[in-house]
């Protein structure tokens, strides 16, 4: 496998403006003979379709929902980062790149997140101008709060319910497009594989999850913006739909899979109630702007949190990292609330939860300014909980939220695989070992809009591409296998249903491969995921038929993929033999408990490479270097 | 927290669009408070598959209460009977031990069922695309700041845009009309300066395709307010109505 991040020269500041205007262009007349499929219709892809549609290639947009808007963008909620330095609090394109390195704790692309920080402005432009209705200030300007992981107030909101305007915004450019006749959208369709022809991505095969039907469709160029693989974890933030099944089926048809051990484990969660749960629902981290997080100092404290005097709670986060205080990164602030819970100090059923408490906060603003703030979260934390947070703190504990890992693109967000592009959380870029809150929303609609339109033109534009119409034989094995598998599937005939097993690999996974991992337990995992997939194809049962809507027969296909996907990630925490981010080896700790790196051994992507069915995967580097950011430990203190 | 209990379900089963479809009955057993409605069908549909029984479809996705996907008609009410609450946030603590509780599809006819609880709501995206959008290509924007909105303004768009499409409010309606909906979404632009170019064609664009689409008309009786997860007010309806009136007397130079 050739891993080669073509980042351009020059000084950052200058590579892509350079890149960009020394690459070369498809002309007007010649963007419509090109065909490109995108894949998802969440920021990234939503955005990605609308723009180069606009350019005038010819789109056709898949997603699996029954419309793009239920992409799970929708659920962000917090924000959306940008250098604009509208509060005059120091902020600059600079500086949000070196939060953002810093953030990924040096295991992202320096140049890829340098771009990202160069267009992020451009993005709040663009939005405003669909009509976001962003939050603003009496004066009629634009709101800032803050978020974790920076010094300055850089993020935009809308409420409590960014994703959701962001992608509608997103999604009534797509439908401008759609009314225009130049994006064909296919709803309710599933990606099964990836076509490629003569080494280049030409097609995809879907499945109609109303009809059943299996489809072809052929393209000069795929792109994949299908979201990220933390429902490996069963419970997680992540939407039920939420799968890795698009990238995984790219990555066994050649497409390097980057830092699968990556995953961001979200601090302020509304901890889990019982084993009936299907998902855990993120209480946003903007709430850390006015919500200080404590546990009781003494172990076992069962006391309710009011009889609970000031001088006997441990503030922790503000103990510990007095120039952040509560808003310490996510995988610092969720490894501590795990540290205060394993010491005993954790509160709530079973021990597994801190507070975060808006008691100072009502205090100082009064109730209104929260409500106004907030009032969404605290409705829907009531709802869940049946607790009313303005009188009692919120109880929350870490949950799988985000995936950094991904697969491998180099500077113009192209796979290895030629022709295969992959954006958004789907990739692996921009975000090292830990994303920064707000950056998400930032990273998706930073490659959709502004990025992909150019590089994939540039593709474009250097390539012979004959014309494939899906006939080719490729399209028709790719195809028969897809039929085979579903009828695999369902012809198994066990006892259990597919969400048992995934349970089961839910709790494998957070055990030992989540917040914290070491050596012997990933050893161990591994071969009990091999167990697992074994019972899997032995005992699994699909009621229904292949032919009609079987949310039955999709899952079963999802949980598949993710229980090969879940022995990769073990393999790949297992063999990065240090702390960085969200990757904690419990081996790897300072004195005091931080993540410990090792420079010298891993500054580096793990790129993983499909060898066959039955084969180990193949370890590739693709080394790291940082040029502008020092490679320095990360503090927060 | 206090103890399981056992419920009765009354699902309608319909095997795809062209057939015909019915209740059928079910038990739920040790429902925990603290569970979804949702959770509780989770459930039920695991132990229909030991069965060997084709689990109940029904739509879901974030159970946040926000991508709009959940659709389900509770003992008669969209959402069921908690206000301001989606399907998938509704808690099953506000069930009593022993009730028997109705559930069907979102019914209306352009929203046509597909199978058991899931319907097809491609008629609003029909809606949307006739005129539910500002024409702004990617990368011509102007400075963010450089039309100041003042918060009233802002505010009032953003209880319009908060709009998750579920179509409870046309589920909810005896002529089932979606023209909360369209209030919502007309409102949200038309309260901005950014939706004022197409401010007129956007309202006659959307109404018409309503129209098109098969929704009855609306006789203000509230019902789709009352429904709806995100308590949009029928103001906006109201709003609605003076932009259509206002769009077919504007000249559009």
Redesign the interface.
């Given at each position: 496998m050739k891993l080669d991040a073509r980042v351009p020269a020059g000084p950052m500041a200058e590579k892509w403006t350079r890149h960009r205007t020394e690459m070369k262009l498809v002309s007007p007349a010649n963007k419509r003979k090109f065909k490109v499929i995108v894949v998802g219709s969440g920021l990234a892809g939503g955005?990605a379709a609308?723009?180069l549609s606009?350019l005038g290639y010819q789109v056709h947009c898949f997603t699996f929902?029954?419309?793009?808007?239920?992409a799970?963008s929708?659920?962000a909620q917090g924000g959306i980062n940008a250098a604009?330095n509208?509060p005059n609090d120091g902020d600059s394109v600079h500086r949000l790149f070196y939060d953002t390195v810093k953030g990924g704790d040096f295991r992202s692309r320096e140049a890829n997140v340098h771009r990202l920080s160069e267009v992020s402005a451009?993005i709040?432009?663009?939005?405003?101008?669909?009509?976001v209705?962003?939050?603003?200030?009496?004066?009629?300007?634009?709101a800032n709060r803050s978020f974790g992981g920076a010094q300055v107030s850089r993020t935009f909101y809308?409420?409590g319910?960014t994703?959701?305007?962001l992608l509608?915004g997103c999604?009534?450019?797509l439908?401008?497009q759609?009314?225009a006749g130049g994006v064909k959208?296919h709803?309710r369709r599933e990606l099964l594989d990836v076509v490629i022809q003569d080494g280049v991505a030409r097609g995809i095969i879907v499945r109609d999850l109303?009809t059943g039907a299996v489809e072809r469709h052929a393209a000069h160029a795929v792109v994949l913006a299908t979201g990220g693989y933390s429902n490996v974890f069963y419970l997680s933030t992540n939407?039920?739909?939420c799968n890795a099944t698009a990238i995984w089926r790219a990555h066994k048809r050649g497409a390097g899979f980057a830092n699968p051990c990556y995953t961001q484990i979200h601090p302020t969660c509304i901890p889990q109630?019982?084993d009936?749960?299907?998902?855990l629902?993120?209480m946003s981290e903007s709430l850390r702007n006015d919500g200080r997080v404590w546990v009781p100092k003494q172990k076992g404290d069962k006391r309710p949190p009011a009889q609970i005097p000031e001088g006997e709670r441990d503030y922790y986060l503000e103990r510990k990292y007095p120039s952040f205080g509560n808003l310490a990164p996510r995988d610092i602030s969720s490894r501590a609330a795990k540290e205060a819970c394993d010491d005993g100090r954790g509160v709530g059923p079973g021990g597994r939860g801190v507070y975060l408490d808006f008691a100072a906060a009502i205090q100082r603003l009064g109730r209104p300014a929260i409500v106004e703030r907030y009032g969404n979260l605290f409705?829907?934390y009531e709802?869940?909980t049946?607790e009313n947070a303005y009188q009692v703190p919120m109880r929350i504990y870490p949950a799988p939220h985000y995936t950094m890992g991904g697969l491998w693109v180099d500077y113009d967000l192209m796979s290895n695989v030629p022709g295969l592009f992959v954006i958004g959380e789907a990739n692996f870029s921009d975000h090292g070992a830990n994303r920064l809150g707000a950056s998400a929303l930032m990273q998706g609609l930073a490659d959709g809009?502004?990025v992909l339109?150019y590089t994939i033109g540039a593709y474009l534009a250097g390539s012979k591409l004959g014309e494939v119409k899906g006939d080719e034989q490729p399209f028709t094995d790719a195809q028969k296998e897809v039929e085979a598998r579903a009828a695999k599937l369902l012809g198994v005939g066990g006892?259990?249903?597919a969400?048992?097993f995934h349970r089961e690999l839910g709790r494998l996974m957070w055990e030992r491969c989540g917040m914290a991992r070491n050596d012997a337990g990933l050893k161990q995992t591994i071969e009990e995921v091999r167990g697992l997939r074994e019972r899997f194809w032995q005992d699994v049962?699909?009621?229904?038929g292949a032919n009609?809507?079987?949310?039955?027969l999709e899952e079963a296909g999802r949980v598949a993929d993710f229980i090969e996907l879940a022995e990769l990630m073990c393999r790949d925490a297992l063999q990065r033999e240090e702390s960085c981010g969200g990757h904690f080896r419990e081996e790897y700790q300072t004195p005091d408990g931080e993540a410990k790196r090792d420079d010298e051994r891993f500054c580096h992507a793990s790129v993983w490479e499909w060898k066959g069915e039955g084969e180990p995967q193949a370890l590739h580097q693709e080394p790291l270097s940082f040029e502008v950011v020092a490679l320095s430990t990360r503090s927060y203190k | 927290m206090s103890g399981t209990m056992n419920l009765k379900l009354r699902v309608w089963r319909q095997?795809?669009a062209g057939q015909p479809g019915a209740f059928r009955d079910y038990e739920a057993k040790d429902v925990?408070p603290?569970?979804?409605f949702?959770?509780?069908f989770?459930?039920l549909?695991?132990r229909?598959?030991?069965q060997?029984?084709?689990?109940i479809?029904f739509?879901?996705?974030?159970?946040?209460?926000?991508?709009?996907?959940c659709s389900m008609v509770i003992d008669g009410i969209p959402h069921g009977p908690?206000r301001?609450?989606t399907t998938c946030?509704l808690?099953m603590?506000h069930f009593r031990d022993g009730q028997t509780v109705v559930v069907e599809p979102w019914r209306a006819a352009a929203f046509p069922v597909?199978?058991d609880l899931?319907c097809?709501?491609?008629s609003?995206?029909r809606i949307?695309?006739?005129g539910?959008?500002?024409?702004?290509?990617?990368?011509?924007?102007?400075?963010?700041?450089s039309?100041?909105?003042?918060?009233e303004a802002?505010d009032a768009?953003?209880d319009a845009?908060?709009c998750?499409?579920c179509g409870a409010c046309v589920a909810a309606c005896k002529n089932a009309s979606a023209m909360l909906f369209v209030a919502a979404k007309v409102s949200?632009?038309a309260l901005?300066p950014?939706?004022q170019p197409e401010r007129a064609r956007r309202a006659l664009g959307m109404v018409k395709a309503m129209d098109r689409e098969g929704f009855g008309a609306c006789t203000n009786y509230g019902e789709c307010e009352a429904a709806c997860p995100k308590s949009i007010s029928v103001s906006y309806i109201a709003r609605l109505n003076r932009e259509y009136l206002r769009a077919q007397v504007t000249p559009t130079v």
């Open positions: 955005s609308a723009s606009e929902h029954d419309t793009p808007r239920r799970h929708v659920a604009k509208y451009a709040i432009d663009q939005c405003v101008a669909q009509g209705p962003f939050s603003r200030e009496y004066g009629g300007l634009l809308c409420r319910q994703g959701q305007q509608l999604y009534a450019g439908n401008k759609i009314a959208m709803t109303v939407a039920m739909g109630s019982g009936h749960q299907s998902k629902t993120l409705d829907m709802r869940i049946g809009y502004f339109p006892k259990r249903p969400a048992a049962k699909v009621p229904g009609g809507l079987n949310p039955a | 095997p795809s925990s603290d569970e979804s949702l959770e509780m989770d459930r549909n695991e229909l598959i030991e060997g029984e084709e689990p479809a739509e879901h996705d974030c159970r946040e209460g926000i991508c709009g996907a908690e301001a609450t946030q808690f603590r597909l199978k899931v097809d709501r491609g609003f995206d949307l695309q006739a539910g959008f500002v024409s702004v290509a990617t990368g011509n924007a102007p400075d963010a700041n039309v100041p909105i003042g918060k802002a768009a953003m845009a908060q998750i499409g949200h632009l901005l950014q939706g």
